[in-house]
């Protein structure tokens, strides 16, 4: 949820990030989701506080953007085993599972 929500921002930044958790820790689904792993709401939302900057950044490098040197990464493309230096974006994020049931 916080990156496809990112995927509108045209930058993220940490308060952005902040601003999306409580609206996810407060989902129903969500909630369930917790209680079946015996977590609270408190555990998610400092577990994702932890990593807000983290977040931020790399919806910065890889969401939204133009092709830089900040975003270029490692690939391989198979059967050759050269390594190289590839533009990377993500263009759109998609809920696997909300996906599969559809």
Known sequence: ????ASQHASVVTRDFV?????????NVS??????????TECNLSESLSEHVNLIA??????QNITYTNNNKIEWK?????????????IT?????????WS
């Open 1 to 4: 949820a916080i990156l496809a």
């Open 18 to 26: 902040l601003s999306l958790i409580p609206p996810l820790v407060n």
């Open 30 to 39: 969500v909630m369930q989701e917790l209680y079946v792993l015996g977590l």
């Open 57 to 62: 950044t790399w919806c910065n490098q890889y």
């Open 77 to 89: 493309r198979f059967p050759r085993s050269k390594t190289e230096l590839v533009n990377m974006c």
């Open 92 to 100: 759109d994020v998609t809920d696997i599972e909300e996906s599969v």
